[in-house]
């Protein structure tokens, strides 16, 4: 299993960002996808999900403000994210549902 994230960076507060996650060494079309995020000090903690027929849900703290989607064909998963944060600074992963594996993720920080 690989997992690639990117599109991180530095954002004012108010601002989008788009994160992509690129898959591979397994079946993407039919696994569910999560991200998640670990800000400094903090542990990591669950962004939202995407099944595999395309449900999502998300965490409170950013439901309304980012948007899971996937596409099937180039193996990825995105992570649109608006409205963004000071508390949204983490460093943002991908994973595949039900396994231990994030990959590298992308750094995220929100400052003006």
């Known amino acids: 299993v690989q997992l690639q994230a990117s599109g991180g960076g530095l954002v004012q507060p108010g601002g989008s960002l788009r994160l992509s996650c690129a898959a591979s060494?397994?079946?993407?079309?039919?696994?569910?996808m999560g991200w998640y995020r670990q800000a400094p000090g903090k542990q990591r903690e669950l962004v939202g999900r995407i099944s595999a027929g395309g449900t999502t849900n998300y965490a409170d703290s950013v439901k309304g403000r980012f948007t899971i989607s996937r596409d099937n064909a180039k193996k990825s998963v995105y992570l649109q994210m608006n409205s963004l944060q000071p508390e949204d600074t983490a460093v943002y992963y991908c994973n595949r549902v039900g396994t231990s594996s994030y990959g590298q993720g992308t750094q995220v920080t929100v400052s003006s």
């Open positions: 060494g397994f079946i993407f079309s039919i696994s569910a």
